[in-house]
T-cell receptor, first 115, second 110 residues
Framework: EPEVTQTPSHQVTQMGQEVILRCVPISNHLYFYWYRQILGQKVEFLVSFYNNEISEKSEIFDDQFSVERPDGSNFTLKIRSTKLEDSAMYFC?????????????FGPGTRLTVL | RKEVEQDPGPFNVPEGATVAFNCTYSNSASQSFFWYRQDCRKEPKLLMSVYSSGNEDGRFTAQLNRASQYISLLIRDSKLSDSATYLCVVKPYNFNKFYFGSGTKLNVKP
């Protein structure tokens, strides 16, 4: 069964450093998403991406964040200068809205720890 | 006001019990509705979509009441493996973003 994959599974970084989180969505999916979940809190939408551009973003997704689809398979989230409060689980998801079904499928997540 | 609200629980039930979770949403223009389950420190996994006519998948039944902006999930004959957090998810019409509730924790005990 096709699945979304994410790397790394755990990233530890120093405050102020840049990190890039990587995702490989399901191959025939066209819509991609990033979410974050701070420990013990709810899943929060960050950004959605379609046709090589951002379609929606939340208030959390400020200038520190950017997304890119650098090739036909990867979808990345970059945090330019990490803060302690960026420590969270980051989930990538993809969906195939062209079928009329908008269920999302999630990757296993990257746990980001900012020290 | 939160976009999606759920009772956080926990719901502690014995094996074999029937349990129901509720969820309310604030945006009347919401288009799509889902229940996901999330195990501790894992990704959310789709349990079922929720359709206007209500839908059932084995022991799980989902209902949608658009007039009251209310979604429910009923689990019959609970199994130990049903222990998880159940997330209510709502997608507004014409926006490609999804709002998650905080989740309802279910503990099924032997």
């Amino acid at each position: 069964e096709p699945e979304v994959t994410q790397t790394p599974s755990h990233q530890v970084t120093q405050m102020g450093q840049e990190v890039i989180l990587r995702c490989v969505p399901i191959s025939n999916h066209l819509y991609f998403y990033w979410y974050r979940q701070i420990l013990g809190q709810k899943v929060e939408f960050l950004v959605s991406f379609y046709n090589n551009e951002i379609s929606e973003k939340s208030e959390i997704f400020d200038d520190q964040f950017s997304v890119e689809r650098p090739d036909g398979s990867n979808f990345t989230l970059k945090i330019r200068s990490t803060k302690l409060e960026d420590s969270a689980m980051y989930f990538c998801a993809s969906s195939d809205l062209s079928t009329g079904e908008d269920e999302q499928f999630f990757g296993p997540g990257t746990r980001l720890t900012v020290l | 006001r939160k976009e999606v609200e759920q009772d956080p629980g926990p719901f502690n039930v014995p094996e074999g019990a029937t349990v129901a979770f509720n969820c309310t949403y604030s945006n009347s223009a919401s288009q799509s509705f889902f229940w996901y389950r999330q195990d501790c420190r894992k990704e959310p996994k789709l349990l079922m979509s929720v359709y206007s006519s209500g839908n059932e998948d084995g022991r799980f039944t989902a209902q949608l009441n658009r007039a009251s902006q209310y979604i429910s999930l009923l689990i019959r004959d609970s199994k130990l493996s049903d222990s998880a957090t159940y997330l209510c998810v709502v997608k507004p019409y014409n926006f490609n973003k999804f709002y998650f509730g905080s989740g309802t924790k279910l503990n099924v005990k032997p």
